[in-house]
Structures are given as structure tokens and as C-alpha cells.
């Protein structure tokens, strides 16, 4: 009989699988951090919800296409509830949706405009767009306040023009489509990309910081009460014990053994001053921070700070000393 760290309940061995400490969709390593002390029905569970979510639907998961982690053409988000968004900021799309796309020559990664329409009194703009799926009738676009006048300047993105004509067709405009654009304009254009954060986006953080903790300190460590908090929220959901958990950008860059800047995560172990912290970043792009104790539940002191590489490129991970800037970073 074995226990499970996030459900807590005694099940055969057999009722275990191998759970990785950052999922995968993040790059696979030699010499992985695995754990053995999670159910096959918790990671079932997990699998289908909170790390499907960062995979698909956060800037890391967007980051897995310019990583080359995933195709463009691969990448499917979770559709309208989409926690990212990215607008093009400028140029002849200002205010269109973005995609990610593949660029022709060199291989690197673009972005191209998403299905979409966009309608202006004037050619140059500035144009209303919409997503296929939030594109008013006719009825509701002038009911929502707009003219006819409106409708002068149409532009269809991502889709032939006989499906253009039949979405307009379809939401009952009457109005000919004489000035319709349907050819996309040429250079690079200027995105944003704008995320909000999710439950489920930071429950997903917190699992890879309770999962490191098992992994380097051993489950024994992961079952002691000053962590309860913690998995009862990485397991069922509610607030996360202590706020504050994305700081920004990363600042931090490892170099390998070439003194080249590893591309790929990191996460380390603090036993700080006043909580146990797990440090996490994906792709180097954000950092975050996971409080999962306070130190004052926490009596038992193990020299435990670690921290770990993930390689993309070497598909290595490497255990690295803590760096002294994150051992710097104010606690509260
Ligand atoms: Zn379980």
C-alpha cells in the first residue's frame, strides 16, 4: 500500500503511475524529476484539467510553439474562455485578434490574424472587429447603437471568400460586400499579447511546486500538516493559501556548459525566512513564486535548498545551485 500526496488516500501500488514534475507538454528531459506518490486517478485528473489549461491556455503555453514544442498549426486553445488574448498594436490589423503562425522562410514563428471580421465607416479605420463566434446579426450590430454608415469597410480574415460570403449571408446582412478585404497585408505587424490568470492557472504552478517538493525532499516531507494547505489547493480548488505568486518577468538566465543561455524552466526549493517557497519559471519567460508553508508550521529544518534546470535543448535536467537572486527576492 502506498499513499497518495494529493488525495491522501492508501492504494494498491498498482494504482500508481509515474507523474511528472513539470508536465510534459514542457519539454522531455533525461534523468527526469518523476514521482511515484500520486495516484493514477488524481493524475488522470490533473492531466485533464489543470495542466491541460497551462499548456493551452497561458503565455507559457502559447511560448511552446517559438520553443518549438508544438507546431502552429498544432496549437488548439480552449476556445472562446481563452485566458490569452493577442491584438495587433498598430499597422493596418490595429485591434485585430492575432494568431500564432509559421513564417515561411526561416522557420521562426509569427502570427497572423485570426478568423475574424472587421467593419469601418472609413477604409483606413479604425475598424470593429470580431471573432466569428461573438459576430453580431445585422439586427443586433444596429441595435448595439451602430449605423449603416458603419458597415462601409469590411475586412474577412481567415477564411475563403466563399465562407465570408456565407457568414454574411447567414447573420442576415443585406448589405453587398463591394469592399471586402480579403488578402493579408505584408511585413511584420505589431502584437500585444495580454493574459489574465486563472484558478486553474495557478493551481497548475502550485502542483509543480508541491511536486518538486516531493521529489527532492521525498513524499514522507510532502505529508507533514505545514503543507496541507497547499495540496488541499493544488487537489480541489478554492483560494490559494498565500497570494502573490506571479513577480513578473525572469530575470534569471543559466548558462550551460558552452556559457550559451539554456533555454527551458527552472524551479527551486527555499526555505526562507518566513515561508518554504518554490520559485518556478517556464521557458524563462515569467516568475513565479509558490508560498507552500509558513515556516512557523514547519519545525523540522532539512538543509534542503535546491534547484533544478530543465534543458530543452540538451534534454537534461540538471541539478544547479540556488541562485543568489532569487535567494535575494523580498518575501512578502
Ligand atoms: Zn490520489
Known amino acids: 500500500m502506498r499513499r497518495c500526496i494529493y488525495c491522501s488516500k492508501h492504494k494498491d501500488e498498482t494504482e500508481f503511475n509515474r507523474e511528472h514534475v513539470i508536465p510534459q507538454a514542457f519539454g522531455m528531459f533525461e534523468h527526469n524529476l518523476v514521482l511515484e506518490c500520486v495516484c493514477a486517478s488524481c493524475n488522470q485528473k490533473f492531466g485533464d484539467t489543470v495542466d491541460r489549461y497551462l499548456a493551452r491556455d497561458s503565455i507559457e503555453g502559447y511560448a511552446r510553439i517559438s520553443e518549438g514544442l508544438k507546431r502552429p498549426a498544432e496549437f488548439k486553445s480552449l476556445g472562446r474562455r481563452s485566458n490569452v488574448e493577442m491584438i495587433f498594436d498598430g499597422g493596418p490589423l490595429h485591434g485585430a485578434y492575432a494568431a500564432p503562425s509559421e513564417a515561411a522562410d526561416d522557420g521562426s514563428t509569427g502570427v497572423k490574424p485570426a478568423p475574424q471580421v472587421g467593419f469601418a465607416q472609413n477604409q483606413e479605420g479604425p475598424y470593429k472587429w470580431y471573432l466569428l463566434h461573438e459576430l453580431p446579426t445585422q439586427e443586433d450590430f444596429l441595435r448595439q447603437g451602430h449605423s449603416r454608415e458603419d458597415l462601409r469597410y469590411i475586412q474577412f480574415w481567415g477564411m475563403t471568400p466563399k465562407a465570408a460570403r456565407e457568414l454574411w449571408e447567414h447573420n442576415g446582412y443585406r448589405c453587398g460586400l463591394d469592399n471586402v478585404e480579403l488578402s493579408a497585408p505584408t511585413g511584420p505587424q ?143
Not at 527532492?216 to 496541507?228: D, I, L, M, N, R
Not at 509558513?294 to 535536467?317: E, M, S, T
Open 190 to 332: 505589431p502584437v500585444k499579447t495580454t493574459a489574465t490568470y486563472s484558478d486553474v492557472h495557478i493551481r497548475a504552478v502550485f502542483k509543480i511546486a508541491i511536486n518538486y517538493l516531493a521529489a527532492t525532499q521525498g513524499a514522507k516531507v510532502a505529508e507533514h500538516a505545514a503543507f496541507e494547505s497547499a495540496i488541499k489547493y493544488v487537489a480541489e480548488g478554492g483560494l490559494p493559501p498565500w497570494r502573490h505568486v506571479l513577480l513578473g518577468e525572469n530575470h534569471w538566465e543559466f548558462a550551460n556548459s558552452d556559457n550559451k543561455s539554456v533555454s527551458g524552466n527552472y524551479v527551486a526549493l527555499l526555505n526562507a525566512k518566513n515561508y518554504v517557497v518554490v520559485y518556478l519559471s517556464i521557458f524563462m519567460r515569467q516568475l513565479w513564486c509558490a508560498r507552500i508553508a509558513q515556516q512557523k508550521d514547519f519545525l523540522v529544518l532539512p538543509a534542503w535548498d535546491v534547484a533544478h534546470v530543465f534543458d530543452i535543448g540538451a534534454r537534461q535536467a540538471v541539478r544547479v545551485p540556488v541562485p543568489a537572486e532569487l535567494k535575494a527576492l523580498p518575501e512578502e
